[in-house]
Every structure is written in C-alpha cells, then in structure tokens.
C-alpha cells in the first residue's frame, strides 16, 4: 500500500458519497457537537493530518481533512472489520463539568476488529468544535493500522492458497500456512468475501471509484489492474493508495454494473 500524502493541501475532488459530512476543513459553528436524531454514531470516510512541519505554534490544527458518514444504528463488528468510528456523547455531568453545555461533547473513538467494537480513545473532558482536531491523530492512525493488517493477510493468502493447493496433503504445514490444507482456503479479513458468498459481488467483476476500475478476485481481495498476477490488494487499502490519504474504501467503491456503493450492499448482507 502506498504511503498516504500527510501534506496540508486538501484534495480539490474528493469524490465522496453525497451524504458525506465535512468536518474539516469547515468553519467552527458547523462542526456538530451532537449526532443527529437517531444516528448512532460517524464512520470515518476520509482523514489527512497537518504537516508536522508547518508553522503552528498552538497545535491546534492538527488536521486539514477528517470526513464521514452517519450510520443509523451499531452495525455488525464482524462486517466492519477496519471501519472507524466517532461517537458524540453528552458531556459528563459531575462537576466541573457542565452536561447541559451545548458547547461541549465527550467524543468516543471506536474501531471494528473481527468480532468486536473497541474503544480506541476517549475524551471526557468536554472539548468544543475542535475535537475535529484532538481526534484525527488517533483516528488516522488506527484506520492506516487496520488498513495495512488487512492488506498483508490479503497478500500472505493469494501466495498461500495457490502453494498449499500445488503440493501433497499435509506437507505444508499448519504452523506456515496459518491453517491446515484441510482447512477453507485463505481470504482477506474483511466483507468482502462474505459479499462473494453471499452472492452480492461475483468473482470477476468490476468496483468503480473516482476514475479508478478495479477486479473483484476469489478470497475477497481486489486486483488493481497492474500487470503481475499478485498485485492485489483489499477495499480500503486500494482505495487509500489511489487517493493518497487514508480513506474507507467501503463508502467509495461501487458495484461498476448498477452502481451500488459497497457499503450498501455490507448493510443488505447484515439484514440478511
């Protein structure tokens, strides 16, 4: 995955979805303080630290992008494995603290790892409309990890699949292929192959995104359209290394046939 780009210039596209909500760069009195009625929480679409090296002697402007999505309701963590999440909370109400203050929030960073939401970081002291700028070191760097486990377990099973495929039963063994030859052949740690399974993105088809074409492959991984067999890559990993900042390549792509967003067809395999 390529390095993401932490320079100070926004994008001039950001080609994010129409529901998209801007946190930064906005002016202060847009920035919400509290979730809309009946939002659980923001998954984070788009983030971009400041340079570290820019003159700011506050420190207070620590991101020049943090983007998202309002979800409805507490979305299914094995589904999301690698989505970021900010929740707005009321601010907490012993003293010195104010619960009341519309001002503040108490602001909550959670991310989806295989079966579980964890809290990544919490703010309890009431911060105003810069929380924006307390959060986006955290939130950056959880989603670029997450990002980048996703994409080494995806490139450690295209290479091992086909290996353990090729040689007798049992000479590969469980402690180098990760699991037994008897075991379902590896694929990529996020939805996407359960989508496949689930017969909502077939093995072949096309994901579109900003100009960008890329080929669904067995085990949930995505070919970039390069030239080498192994140049594959997952959701959001991909997505990140085109635009060259850290994104949820899950509210980017599209299903290229109908234009569906990926994340539409995550949220129709939960209600399954």
Known sequence: MASNNLGTTAPTNHAFPPETVLLVPAPLPAVPLRPP?????????????TDATAPDPARTDTADLLAGVWL????????????VVVRLQLPYASPPHNGDDPAQADVVVLAADESEWRTIRTWTRSIGARWPHEAAPSV?????HLADAAF?????????GPIAAALPPGVLSARLAGESAASPAPRA?????????????????QLVWNGHTATVREG????????????VSTVTAL??????????????WRRARDDRPLSELRTALATR
């Open 152 to 160: 080494n377990a995806a490139q450690w099973a295209t290479l091992a």
């Open 72 to 83: 409805p309701t507490r979305p299914p963590a094995h589904l999301h494995t690698g989505d």
């Open 37 to 49: 009625a009946g939002a659980w929480g923001l998954v984070v679409v788009a983030v971009r630290t």
């Open 220 to 231: 949930g991984v995505l070919h970039d359209g390069g030239p080498h067999e192994f140049a």
């Open 140 to 144: 950056l760097w959880q989603m670029r």
């Open 189 to 205: 740690p996020d939805a996407l192959a359960e989508l496949i399974e689930a017969g909502l993105v077939e093995v072949g088809e």
């Open 239 to 252: 997505a990140t290394s085109l635009a060259g900042y850290t994104v949820n390549g899950w509210h980017l």
